[in-house]
């Protein structure tokens, strides 16, 4: 969807901005660039919207120099969401969302139609189009944001660390939102952080940027982690990237075992006789897993008694879709040390225990 050949920046002061850049940002899919202040990431993100020109290079939208367009008419058909949203004070939300739609012609009741339309598809009520940015919270007006980016419908959205100035937790939420939304609309989304994390959770792809605007390395996540082009993306990936890397993995094809367990409906005598060592699986009438019994518990108990009501330790079920981090964390967490898997109905098949994880992980680099 956009390429980039031998594309380079340099301003009248003598600053080189981006410096021979070749790569290909792939069609339906989010490719993130990354890396520290002043490495180029951004006049490469507005060079492919034309508010920054080329020194040297060719940029091609679709097959099409971006240049062979009017700057005006190219722009109306690409989304750009900034931080902080960049919101008209002046305007409701629904005629903030209906800008660039209105700017095409649409017609104002075609264009606020689409406005309302676009509320309900970013999570926001329906009332908020009647409000002005400042009577929203920060993470709604990224919201409004993403929806004005939306509202013509472009194929490609240009988002320039567009979750910086919300807090955490309204960023992580913001984060699920835009991941959300790209699996129903597959947008092809150019999307500028300085947060790695954030890189490696939102990205289909991730280019690495040092200073001088030199792009060292272009990949998959679970490549870049696994398999750093030098010392420069290894540091800037920092010293957690296996758990990062851990948290990419899905546990499918990982192998599992048989696991000793009594339904939670069993008797005090069928828990001791099911019972390989301290902690034993209970299973609920669905087949899933409902705790950890400490047998030490079951001393002194008659053995007619019901093992249901007796305190249990938690154990969560993981399918084959969860990540292998989500796996270790559940190893560490358990008192037996082990993950319980469990099928796509969420009865329990066997569990995982941490040699198999970290034999996994290994294969992984």
Not at 227 to 236: I, L, N
Not at 317 to 335: F, K, M, Q, Y
Request: net charge neutral; with cysteine; charged share 20%.
């Amino acid at each position: 969807m956009i390429r980039f050949d031998s594309v380079s920046k340099r301003f009248p002061n003598g600053t080189t901005a981006v410096d021979d850049l070749s790569v290909e940002f792939s069609e339906g899919g989010i490719t993130v660039l990354v890396g520290s202040s002043g490495c180029g990431k951004t006049t490469t993100l507005r060079m492919i919207n034309r508010l920054v020109d080329p020194t040297a290079g060719t940029i091609t939208l679709g097959g099409r120099d971006v240049r062979d367009l009017p700057a005006a008419r190219l722009r109306r058909g690409i989304g750009y969401v900034i931080q902080q949203a960049g919101l008209f004070p002046h305007r409701t939300v629904l005629d903030n969302i209906a800008t660039v739609p209105t700017l095409l012609g649409w017609g104002r009741r075609k264009a606020r139609a689409r406005a309302a339309e676009l509320l309900e598809v970013v999570g926001l009520p329906a009332d908020a189009g009647k409000r002005y940015p400042n009577q929203l919270s920060g993470g709604q007006q990224q919201r409004v944001g993403v929806a004005r980016a939306l509202a013509a419908d472009p194929p490609v959205l240009l988002m320039d660390e567009p979750f910086g100035a919300v807090d955490p937790v309204v960023r992580a939420l913001l984060q699920d939102e835009l991941i959300r939304l790209q699996a129903e609309l597959r947008k092809t989304i150019v999307f500028v952080t300085h947060d790695i994390d954030e890189a490696v959770r939102l990205g289909d792809q991730i280019a690495i940027f040092r200073t001088g605007g030199h792009m060292v390395q272009c990949a998959p996540p679970a490549e870049l982690l696994a398999r750093p082009a030098d010392d420069f993306v290894a540091g800037f990936l920092g010293s957690e990237r296996g758990l990062k890397l851990l948290s990419l993995v899905t546990l499918a094809g990982v192998p599992y075992e048989p696991v000793g367990s009594v339904r939670s409906t069993a008797t005090v005598k069928e828990a001791r006789d099911a019972a390989a060592g301290r902690w034993l699986l209970v299973v609920s009438p669905d087949g899933g897993p409902a705790g950890w019994l400490d047998t030490g518990a079951l001393e002194g108990l008659p053995g007619t008694s019901a093992v249901a009501g007796l305190a249990l330790a938690p154990a969560r079920g993981l399918r084959d879709s969860d990540s292998l981090l989500s796996a270790l964390n559940e190893t560490v967490s358990s008192p037996a040390g082990v993950a319980v898997r469990v099928d796509a109905a969420g009865v329990v098949t066997g569990v995982t225990g941490q040699d198999v994880l970290h034999a996994r992980q290994r294969s992984l680099t």
